[in-house]
């Protein structure tokens, strides 16, 4: 873990020349041992929110130059100018997930060696500009090259994400600043077809484009300019400690070790090494089942067995999934915040006697996906003529949903050393994305052979699947306690 205050005086009391080196040069302010809030200097609270709020403008820029093509294509669909086909818009926008899928694990190991200020903010510059060329070009190929290389460069900003939260907030926090970043992702969701929908059919297919990719550029550049790669690039001294542990003493951390210094085959090895990552990994692989086996399938759900009027009216019911999404990812950090700063206490009182804080993590996960399975059944049970009551198991739904997709994430990040957290979260997005990729086709098959019912059975053994995996984890230690 890691933390940061004033120096001389402020950190110590004394004389500030008892802080100067023998060479004579004034170190950065050093690090304390306290994760207490109220023993920051305020110096590097206000750093370090900064910082905060540039990751989220970064990633939640991500999201309106990701989802333009996606609002913007029914009015390119219309222009007799362009002419191009349905099979067109399929061609450009299946190029995405297949470049997004590698970059995001491709982006995971090389975020190992570089610098993720560089990588979430150099890569939202590059979809910007992807966006703004998009509006000025003309033909099916170049589309579809381009969009290719908007998904290349889209998989980068969680793993950098995931670094640069890491190295800036301590365990027992992390959860709770961790689940505000996730909000991003909802905002952006929530905004895009809003501007990128009015923008197109009001102004033209380019500005549907162009919009966003001005959007992305100011972002970029708020991103770059606000976030530093950690504590240490803002002047402060980084040092490392059991995270909370009980009273021990707290050693400096060479800087190389901290930002970059591990090889990416280094870091590769020590991720693909980990058990409890591939645990969490294929836990992913079936939360995402099941989050995109609902994004995907709700829809048609309440117009085939609910008695929906029409797609306009599903949709608005289905929307309650992404709000209650928000609010079940922000509170699963804070509760497993709460857990952590308990198990601290206790191990201040009694060493040995705090347990695994990933464990803590896992736990809350556990039983996210246990209310998944009540939801789920709640689902399959509610009137279809009460529309307000369909809207509130949704939302119930995306709440349970969101918060084990949030937090997964994170348990990755602190099951390795922070040189490999982008590697880790790599790995478990390439796993994640073929979970999403299997609520397409398989579920589909699913939907023709056993109808809504074998589509519910298919969803909850998707939960059960990653309760299973998960348990051997429930009582798992961080890399910072000394886990493996």
Known sequence: AMSAAAGGAAAGGGDSSSDMPPGGKPEPPAALQSFDPDDYPAGFMSRRLLCFLGIVVGYTGLYFTRGSLTYTAPVMLADPLLNISITDIGAMTSAFPLAYGLSKFLGGVLGAKFSARLMLGGGLLITALVNLGFGFCEGVGVFTALWFLNGSLQGIGAPASSVLLTRWFASQERGTWWGLWNIGANVGGFLTPLLVGTVASTLGWQWGMWVPGLI??????????????????????????????????????????????????AALKETVSNKGVWLLAFAYFFVYVVRQGATSWLVMYLLQAKGASDAAHAAYTVSGLELGGLLGGSLAGVLTDMRIKAAIAAERKAPGSGGGYVGKRVQIVMMYSLATLAVLFALRAVPASSIPLQWAVIAMLGFTIYGPQMLIGLCGAELVSKSSVSTSQGVLGLVSYMGAASAGVPLSYV????????????MAAASLSAIALLLPLANARSQAQGGK
Not at 216 to 222: H, S
Not at 448 to 456: A, E, H, L, P, S
């Open 447 to 458: 939907l023709k052979n056993f109808g809504w019912d074998g589509y519910f059975v298919a």
């Open 216 to 265: 992305g550029l100011l972002f970029a550049v708020g991103c770059l300019t606000a976030v530093r790669d950690s504590p240490e690039e803002a002047g402060y001294t980084v040092l490392d400690s059991a995270e909370g542990g009980g009273g021990g003493g707290t050693t400096a951390q060479p800087k190389q070790q901290e930002d970059g210094g591990m090889s990416i085959r």
